[in-house]
C-alpha cells in the first residue's frame, strides 16, 4: 500500500509530489519490500524529490539486485562499468550484466555486448557482442538499434551491408538518435545503401543537431541510465 501511494505520487510528474513519494518509499523499503529498495535506488540516482547521492543509489540498487530484480542488476551493472560510487570493476560489471539478461533485461544485452566489443571483463569478441545487439535491437533498445548501424556500416561482427546499415540508423533515427539521424546523412550524401540524395542528406544532419540543442524531444517508456556509447 505505501509503495502504491509513493508510485501514484511519482508518476503524477510533479516534483512537488517527490518528497512526499520519498518518505513512502522507505516507509515501504524498511518493511522490506524489495521493489521499493529499487525505485529509492533511482530516486537516488536522478535526483527526484532529493539530491543525486550515487552511493545511496548504489546501496539500494545492490539490495534489489541481491534479491533478483532484472532493472536493479542491470544498474548495479553500470556502476561498476562506470565506476559510479564504486571502484570500476569490469568483471563485477559483466556478472551483473549477465544476471540482468538472464532475468530479462534489453537494456543489460546491449551493455554487455560493448563488454564484449571492447574486451571489457570479458576477452573480445566481436561476433558474440553483433548477436546480444540483435537480440537487444529486437527487443527494441534505441542505443542497441544504433549499434547495429554502426556494426554493418563498418563490418563489425558481421559482413559490411550498408543497406542494413541504412535500415538501422533509420530506426534509431527515426525515435530521436542524434548519431543515428547524423549517420543517415552521412549515407545519404555519399549514396551509401541508398540513393544519393543531398535534400534528404540535408534533413537528417538538421534533425541530429536539433535533437542535440534540445529543440526535437522523444519520450522514451523506461527511464534508464544513459550509458556505453563510447
Same mark, same amino acid.
Given at each position: 500500500?505505501?509503495?502504491?501511494?509513493?508510485?501514484?505520487?511519482?508518476?503524477?510528474?510533479?516534483?512537488?509530489?517527490?518528497?512526499?513519494?520519498?518518505?513512502?518509499?522507505?516507509? !515501504?523499503?524498511?518493511?522490506?519490500?524489495?521493489? *521499493?529498495?529499487? =525505485? #529509492?535506488?533511482?530516486?537516488?540516482?536522478? @535526483?527526484? /524529490? %532529493?539530491?543525486?547521492?550515487?552511493?545511496?543509489?548504489?546501496?539500494?540498487?545492490?539490495?534489489?539486485?541481491?534479491?533478483?530484480?532484472?532493472?536493479?542488476?542491470?544498474?548495479?551493472?553500470?556502476?561498476?562499468?562506470?565506476?559510479? !560510487?564504486?571502484?570500476?570493476?569490469?568483471?563485477? *560489471?559483466?556478472? =551483473? #550484466?549477465?544476471?540482468?539478461?538472464?532475468? @530479462?533485461? /534489453? %537494456?543489460?544485452?546491449?551493455?554487455?555486448?560493448?563488454?564484449?566489443?571492447?574486451?571489457?571483463?570479458?576477452?573480445?569478441?566481436?561476433?558474440?557482442?553483433?548477436?546480444?545487439?540483435?537480440?537487444?535491437?529486437?527487443?527494441?533498445?534505441?542505443?542497441?538499434?544504433?549499434?547495429?548501424?554502426?556494426?554493418?556500416?563498418?563490418?563489425?561482427?558481421?559482413?559490411?551491408?550498408?543497406?542494413?546499415?541504412?535500415?538501422?540508423?533509420?530506426?534509431?533515427?527515426?525515435?530521436?538518435?542524434?548519431?543515428?539521424?547524423?549517420?543517415?546523412?552521412?549515407?545519404?550524401?555519399?549514396?551509401?545503401?541508398?540513393?544519393?540524395?543531398?535534400?534528404?542528406?540535408?534533413?537528417?544532419?538538421?534533425?541530429?543537431?536539433?535533437?542535440?540543442?534540445?529543440?526535437?524531444?522523444?519520450?522514451?517508456?523506461?527511464?534508464?541510465?544513459?550509458?556505453?556509447?563510447?
Amino acid at each position: 500500500m505505501l509503495f502504491g501511494k509513493a508510485k501514484r505520487l511519482y508518476q503524477s510528474h510533479e516534483t512537488r509530489n517527490y518528497r512526499r513519494g520519498l518518505q513512502l518509499l522507505k516507509q !515501504a523499503a524498511g518493511l522490506g519490500f524489495v521493489l *521499493a529498495q529499487e =525505485w #529509492l535506488g533511482a530516486v537516488y540516482d536522478y @535526483g527526484l /524529490g %532529493t539530491r543525486p547521492d550515487r552511493r545511496l543509489a548504489f546501496k539500494y540498487y545492490k539490495i534489489a539486485a541481491e534479491a533478483g530484480l532484472p532493472n536493479a542488476e542491470y544498474h548495479v551493472g553500470v556502476f561498476f562499468h562506470d565506476g559510479i !560510487a564504486v571502484r570500476r570493476d569490469y568483471r563485477s *560489471a559483466v556478472t =551483473w #550484466l549477465r544476471r540482468a539478461v538472464k532475468h @530479462g533485461d /534489453g %537494456t543489460a544485452l546491449h551493455v554487455l555486448a560493448q563488454c564484449y566489443f571492447y574486451g571489457r571483463g570479458v576477452l573480445k569478441n566481436e561476433n558474440t557482442a553483433f548477436r546480444l545487439e540483435m537480440k537487444s535491437a529486437s527487443r527494441g533498445e534505441l542505443e542497441a538499434q544504433f549499434s547495429l548501424g554502426v556494426c554493418y556500416s563498418q563490418g563489425r561482427g558481421v559482413r559490411a551491408d550498408p543497406r542494413l546499415a541504412f535500415r538501422w540508423y533509420l530506426t534509431a533515427a527515426r525515435r530521436g538518435h542524434a548519431d543515428a539521424a547524423h549517420n543517415l546523412g552521412v549515407l545519404y550524401e555519399h549514396g551509401r545503401g541508398v540513393k544519393r540524395n543531398k535534400r534528404k542528406a540535408e534533413h537528417w544532419y538538421e534533425r541530429a543537431e536539433k535533437v542535440i540543442q534540445g529543440e526535437l524531444i522523444f519520450q522514451e517508456p523506461v527511464l534508464r541510465k544513459k550509458s556505453i556509447r563510447r
